[in-house]
Each structure stands twice: as C-alpha cells, then as structure tokens.
C-alpha cells in the first residue's frame, strides 16, 4: 500500500515563548519545521501533506531537502480538522488502503528507524499504530494542586507520533467524531471510540515535543547526538 504523510502545523504553539509560533523558532540553524519535514522526506512517501494556519506565509517560503514531496493546504481551528484537510487533499490518489502517517510538527527528533519498524510492525495489520513510551514514573492523579490517589503506571504509555492508520478508517473516524462533537486529542483516540484497537509500539525517548521553552534546548542535544551517531 502507497505511504502519504499528513503533518499538521496550523497551530500557533506560543506556550514555548515570543511570539512566533513553535514551528519556526530556531533549531540548530534550520527551524523546527524543517527540521522535521527534512527528515520525514526520507520515507518512501507519496506526498508529505502540511496543513498550516489559513494566513501562514511562512512555511511555503522555506528551503526543505526535497521540496517537491510538500504540499501545503489550509488547517482547521483543531488538530483533527486540520488532519481531515490534509486527508481531503490526498482524497483523489489515495486508495482506502493506502497508510497515512500523522506527525506532530514539533517532533523533529523522531528517528526513521523507528518509523521503519512502525511501519514494518503494522504491515499486515487490519488498522495500524503508533508509536509510544511506557509509563517509567510513579502516576498520581490530582485535583488541585493536592495528590487525590495514586494510580497504577501497569499498561499505562505515553503516546507519541508518527500515528499510521488506513486512510478510509482514518477518514471515517475523525469524521464519526467530529459529528458527535468529540475533541480528539490525537488520530489514535478517533479510532478507538468506533473500536478499533491499534497497535503500540515503543519507540526512542528523544522523540520529544517541543512544548516549553526547555524542549528546544533538549531538542537542539538530541539532534547533534543523532548525528554524531549517524542516526
């Protein structure tokens, strides 16, 4: 089946400071966005879709390693709207069948070799997965800034992305819960309210999100040790 990659980078992520949105702010050079689509060029995609904010004049202007597998279209208000555009804009190629993975924009550090054994892990398999880290600390559960219980870190994991699942599953999905007025927080939680149980496989913890202002720092560590390494 055809591999096509959806991004989105609609959102304006001001939580890691200034007023730039985290997608560009700098990262050993290069922004965070290029940084990530650089290395998402490196599969076998058809297309790497980039839904980005209706009045975003920044990304088309970029310099990427290979320009001619981006598309950027417009996003929506939330996540999965503008994961829906990007599958919209893929809708006439893409077969039912074929996978789509789903990356966050500001994890520039995931490796392709996970990805590679995602891929490979969900070949045969009828919905797909994501990649994850198990649950390492004690979980406490508060209300307030007071501990309320302690809850139980057994099968619990951190979800991560890229997130692959069959375009039509996918397609039908997000849209079964958007009419029902569900906000979900990623591609994986869409399918698993219509049942679906996708696979998780652990992947490298240096594939942070850049969230807070000290995200980028680790991020900046990360990706020179990746190259040190030859990864």
Known sequence: MALWCVVPAAGRGLRVGGDLPKQYL??????VIQCTLDRLSMLPAEAIIVP???DDARAGVLEYRDASLIRF???GAERADSVLAGLEAIANQASEEDWVLVHDVARPC???DDIEQLLEAIASHPVGG???NRVRDTMKRGVGDEVAE???RDNLWHALTPQVFRFGLLRDALLAA???GIIVTDEAQA??????KPLLLEGARDNLKITWPEDLQMAEAFLKLQIESGL
């Open 130 to 132: 994501l990649l994850a």
């Open 26 to 31: 700098s990262l050993n050079d290069r922004t």
């Open 110 to 112: 995931v490796r392709i």
């Open 178 to 180: 958007r009419e029902q």
């Open 73 to 75: 279209v417009a996003g």
């Open 52 to 54: 980005v904010a209706a």
């Open 191 to 196: 399918l698993e309210l219509r049942g679906e």
């Open 150 to 152: 302690t809850v139980s």
